[in-house]
């Protein structure tokens, strides 16, 4: 993108209704509307742009982001770091080991006491069903409260670094990577995508990313097919929230029998393995009581259960049956690849290396992405801002 | 505080003395004359005040500092990030357990090694007692050799985040947070403050906050009530300071029979838990020592002695017998709130819950108290540095 | 150095070939010419003459620097943290314990999925015989296909932050030591330098340090006399490394027998304990395999063995026997010191105090080694690029 291109869109996003996302966290990509959303891609873009132009896109003078990881993280925690940096946020990691947060602290406090000169708040919790996202509303419930009552300064944002339901700094990522694609997001219209369960050797996996999935490539008016082994159903909560968007969009949302189905004829296909909603309640209950005896049975009872659907693997073959043959291939990472990092996996060496490249380039996507959802959150007007920032025109390397 | 008053703020600061702050530590307050305490309450206001009017206070371009925290934190740990930031130091932590320091590596040498681009140093080192205080000095004696040999460039300043002795950057706060409810620092004479011990089901609770608090108070002509059970006491030197001071600043200081003796009348309560110095001394010994036994032991005698004292509680009966029943309660955070955090604690929920908003304002303060402590040890000149900072007038948020 | 010197300095840098050093990694001295060993010391003295001058050579306005340390580091670690936030890139460390990365994902995705948005990769890997450096290489390949593929906007330059083979950051400080100490680098022309081994109670301690000054004080026209007792050898290819670089420098390079051989007459003495190549090489299998039982019985072998040669100790005698008793005693640090951090060990507590000073010195040309190393690799035309610097001449502390 040369700079002609980049004042160009940055006067079209004025055309953006973005007023709900200003002062507003990032939870679920449902909450929020698809004018929104064009928002973050549209922003995406242009900071991606700026940095590309060596302009640097720095609006924090100075201002803390907090970061929450109760889960391990490398792609996401530094595309979150890097996103900060590049608009002048300093993370400041809340590493609940080192702190005194066991000792009984309410949610309420903590999120107070690290907020005083912070702008931003990322959390990763997706270990727990039903506890992710309601923590996240509950420290936004919080610092919403410490604003109003004149403890801070200012309300800081939640940005979902990925929770039990959904992962919208990956889905987002995702979808922009579709839509540079195939060439707009208008092109994604009518085009088939299979978000399909995968078998792999591990368990436990969270359920954000094909809930987020079908929660947001339905918006675009995509046919999404959801396909997975008998009893590795997802949340019913956002099966529905799928079937309605699908509705409203003019696309359409199937929950197919099999891989085959899934595959036929499709544009995308997004293998990739996640554990039942079953099992993920019980693993809840027994890391909740601490039942590590339980919870070895129930990685047994899991693998060895993973084990009958070890066909479901994304070979050449299944590939052959996509559209031409040539559907785009697309993981989170890291995959499981057959022969490489385990014996038998979600994809065969052959099939993920042709897609590497995409894949890596998809991936690039989440600093921007992440920065863009801090971006609108902070600035009322973000066209009218980017172009002050475009027209300061500070290098981003002297 | 709008511009003006901002103007107004830093133009009085000049009236301050403040020369023996420059390039000097701040371990304890009472190591401190009046007037730098005061410049320090100017200073963090008006960088408060900055920042609330989106000015950036940032003066280092580059730098960084080092946080030592050889307990847990999360208060204090995010206070100091979020003040090195806001004035543009980068904070390098170092984690004893990925360093070499275990081998046998000097205190001079590590102080230095750390320090070759470093401008303050901020250490939290209060469950040995006779060990933090000391362990500052030499890393402080340290890096002065260090900058008289020229092996370092400054000679960075040390920020004491809680000792065994004093927890400056809290009482500090806690005073300006009397000062801005009282309305000026005159206003806290003849006001009496009961600094009590509270019961807490747990033990080992450092000294630094009510030898702090005795320490810090008595030097503005309150009345210091200071009550504990039998076996409570804390280290007679602060006692004796607290004496001293009391009797320069016209105030006074007593030792209470109980909390009942203390609360009356009081315009302010701070009821906390601590650890009898005695324990602490054995628990300094079997830590040294590494006997876990021995620790298991003490911490049952401890808790079971504890017991004794469960009367010790901050109940809303007790709060009536205040000033008007209306006295101001404050806590450093986190309190043992009874069916809150723990079945029976410090206080009860409905008095920890009437005054939780000016807990957490006070909380809020720590950050610029921080700041200011760096800034005046980096600054000769800080009223004329921050008129010149105001008129730069960079925004802190673009 | 004042400021007319330091434009003396960036004016002469403009005469030393440095184009090779554009966009290349730093991972072993003796692949890089005479004059880029030139450039790093240059650039180097002129950071470090802005700072002191009180000039910020902050050149990047946001961009991060990721740090993987696989071994423990005090002194590395905050140089690179200096280094880097000198030059205004933000430290973001890779944690491989809090990552994914253990679950077969490939150095290939890694490296990417790390440095979207990274300038710098620094790495310390230096306890497995035959792996740090080739780890090292095979993330510089992967982030270079990453640029190629368009994955990466930039190619992130990697800097060894020790390996099994080099420890360039350290021994070029070492030189830059003895230059400033000597007056200049034709000073070093035919000095008598004495890299030995000496005893330490400790075992498994890297070779990166005695193979780093061997193949890197071969350069500049010295004699070095490396001396170990039998068994203690190191790599090969590094003492065929030395021999070359001395044939070339018109230096020398011997293998003496002993350490009073080696001090006869040194104007520098190194004398510092590492493990033997063949130990290092079992322990790495050892480690590799997981055999607990057979490390511990590896060290104890080993310490056994070390102890044979206790007597190899730098102390006041040896130092006498130096040329007219003066030679200037260096270590990397921290230095097993009799009687200090050991019983028995490199060094006796009076000849390292009588050069503690100068070996402080030494480590305090670490950070600004790292920093021209990575100002070099991103500048192509570092002498233009530090006058622009020093013109803008913003002030390091406001």
Redesign the interface.
């Known amino acids: 993108m040369d700079k002609p291109q980049l004042i160009k869109m940055i006067k079209h996003l004025s055309k953006t209704k973005t007023d709900k996302l200003f002062l507003n966290d990032f939870l679920l990509t449902w909450e929020k509307e698809k004018s929104e959303l064009l928002a973050v891609f549209q922003v995406a873009q242009i900071l991606r742009g700026m940095?590309?132009n060596n302009i640097?896109p720095?609006?924090?003078?100075?201002?803390?982001a907090?970061s929450l990881?109760r889960d391990?993280?490398?792609?996401t925690?530094?595309?979150f770091?890097?996103a900060c940096?590049?608009l002048?946020l300093?993370?400041?990691d809340?590493d609940e080991g080192?702190?005194?947060?066991a000792?009984?602290?309410?949610v309420r406090?903590?999120a107070?006491?690290?907020s005083?000169?912070?702008d931003i708040i990322g959390i990763r919790d997706d270990m727990y069903l039903g506890a992710g996202n309601t923590y996240m509303k509950e420290v936004a419930q919080s610092v919403q409260q410490?604003f109003e009552?004149?403890?801070?300064?200012c309300r800081p944002t939640l940005v979902n670094l990925q929770c039990d339901i959904d992962h919208p700094t990956q889905t987002m990522s995702d979808a922009l990577h579709l839509i540079n694609w195939f060439g707009g997001i208008d092109k994604l219209k009518g085009k088939k995508i299979a978000m399909t369960w995968a078998y792999s050797p591990?368990y436990g996996k969270p359920l954000s990313v094909p809930q987020g999935i079908i929660g947001l490539m339905t918006r675009f008016g995509m046919d999404v097919s959801f396909a997975y082994p008998e009893g590795y159903n997802v949340m019913e909560d956002v099966v529905s929230v799928a079937k309605k968007n699908a509705a409203q969009s003019k696309g359409s949302f199937e929950i197919a029998g099999s891989m085959e189905e899934a595959f036929a004829d499709a544009d995308i296909v997004y293998p990739k393995s996640w554990a039942p909603y079953a099992v993920m309640e019980k693993r809840t209950d027994l890391l909740r009581n601490g039942d590590d005896a339980g919870l070895k049975d129930l990685e047994k009872q899991c693998l060895e259960n993973n084990k009958k659907f070890i066909s479901w693997e994304c070979t050449r073959d299944l590939m052959n049956t996509t559209k031409n043959g040539k559907a785009l291939y697309m993981h989170c990472?890291?995959a499981?690849?057959t022969g490489?990092?385990?014996n038998q996996g979600e994809v065969s060496a052959d099939v993920f290396d042709q897609y590497r490249?995409p894949q890596?380039?998809q991936?690039?996507y989440?600093?921007y992405v992440i920065a863009a959802m801090i971006f609108l959150s902070?600035f009322e007007n973000p066209s009218g801002?980017l172009m002050?920032?475009f027209n300061?025109g500070?290098?981003?390397?002297?």
């Open positions: 940095r590309d640097s720095k609006v924090f003078d100075s201002g803390l907090v990881f391990n993280s490398t792609r925690r530094f595309s770091s890097s940096n590049l002048g300093n993370v400041q809340l080192k702190s005194q947060i000792h009984g602290e309410t406090e903590t107070n006491m690290v005083f000169l912070s410490g009552e004149k403890v801070l300064p591990s990472l890291p499981d690849i490489v990092s385990c490249v890596y380039i991936a690039g989440k600093p902070k801002k002050e920032v300061r500070t290098n981003r390397i002297f």
